[in-house]
């Protein structure tokens, strides 16, 4: 139980387009997601709260604007990396807790290449 | 401001017992985290102390003193494949968490 999917896994998109990325949780419904990135050989960062029906909850210094984030059922939540460069090449990985639950199930991550 | 401090490298050998540290500071504090990341995949659960004391899931143990801000992860009869990064994590209100920098674990033969 308590698995969380995104895809893609991979892609390498140009510089100036936009990338979506989904999460999914697959046996449980999750009211929040949350969305990390993280560079190689570093933390993950989280970069934002993704809450069912409402807006996203952003982290200080994430662009809310470049980072569009939709979670329009329990059970997925996006995020679109608008106009992407280079340096928003990162693994991305999104998260999820079954309701009334603690614990922070991870996705597999989507490791985005922007050229 | 709020920081997690943990080793960046520790190498141990096979069979062995390795202790990774983690101190904390931070607001609105319920509990810490432990999660394993493989190079290129996910992490991992591991274990969570929202209590003072030991935490024991096999070969893992996982500590808490709440009155100092630090925890232990440990590690017994340490096998090949326990090669990996080692991330604390706390956990805060609306269950956000907080990571470390993270202990990358070496396991020789």
Same mark, same amino acid.
């Given at each position: 139980?308590?698995?969380?999917?995104?895809?893609?896994?991979?892609?390498?998109?140009?510089?100036?387009?936009?990338?979506?990325?989904?999460?999914?949780?697959?046996?449980?419904?999750?009211?929040?997601?949350?969305?990390?990135?993280?560079?190689?050989?570093?933390?993950?960062?989280?970069?934002?709260?993704?809450?069912?029906?409402?807006?996203?909850?952003?982290?200080?210094?994430? +662009?809310?604007?470049? $980072?569009? #984030?939709?979670? =329009? &059922?329990?059970?997925?939540?996006?995020?679109?990396?608008?106009?992407?460069?280079? +340096?928003?090449?990162? $693994?991305? #990985?999104?998260? =999820? &807790?079954?309701?009334?639950?603690?614990?922070?199930?991870?996705?597999?991550?989507?490791?985005?290449?922007?050229? | 401001?709020?920081?997690?401090?943990?080793?960046?490298?520790?190498?141990?050998?096979?069979?062995?017992?390795?202790?990774?540290?983690?101190?904390?500071?931070?607001?609105?504090?319920?509990?810490?985290?432990?999660?394993?990341?493989?190079?290129?995949?996910?992490?991992?659960?591991?274990?969570?102390?929202?209590?003072?004391?030991?935490?024991?899931?096999?070969?893992?143990?996982?500590?808490?003193?709440?009155?100092?801000?630090?925890?232990?992860?440990?590690?017994?009869?340490?096998?090949?494949?326990?090669?990996?990064?080692?991330?604390?994590?706390?956990?805060?209100?609306?269950?956000?968490?907080?990571?470390?920098?993270?202990?990358?674990?070496?396991?020789?033969?």
């Amino acid at each position: 139980g308590a698995v969380v999917s995104q895809h893609p896994s991979r892609v390498i998109c140009k510089s100036g387009t936009s990338v979506k990325i989904e999460c999914r949780s697959l046996d449980f419904q999750a009211t929040t997601m949350f969305w990390y990135r993280q560079f190689p050989k570093q933390s993950l960062m989280l970069m934002a709260t993704s809450n069912e029906g409402s807006k996203a909850t952003y982290e200080q210094g994430v +662009e809310k604007d470049k $980072f569009l #984030i939709n979670h =329009a &059922s329990l059970t997925l939540s996006t995020l679109t990396v608008t106009s992407a460069h280079p +340096e928003d090449s990162s $693994f991305y #990985i999104c998260s =999820a &807790s079954p309701q009334g639950t603690d614990t922070q199930y991870f996705g597999p991550g989507t490791r985005l290449t922007v050229l | 401001g709020q920081s997690l401090e943990q080793p960046s490298e520790v190498t141990a050998v096979e069979g062995a017992i390795v202790q990774i540290n983690c101190t904390y500071q931070t607001s609105g504090f319920y509990g810490l985290s432990w999660y394993q990341q493989h190079d290129g995949g996910a992490p991992t659960f591991l274990s969570y102390n929202a209590l003072d004391g030991l935490e024991e899931t096999g070969r893992f143990s996982s500590f808490l003193s709440r009155s100092d801000s630090y925890g232990y992860l440990l590690l017994q009869e340490l096998q090949m494949k326990d090669s990996a990064s080692y991330f604390c994590a706390v956990r805060k209100g609306g269950n956000m968490l907080t990571f470390g920098g993270g202990t990358r674990l070496m396991v020789k033969p």
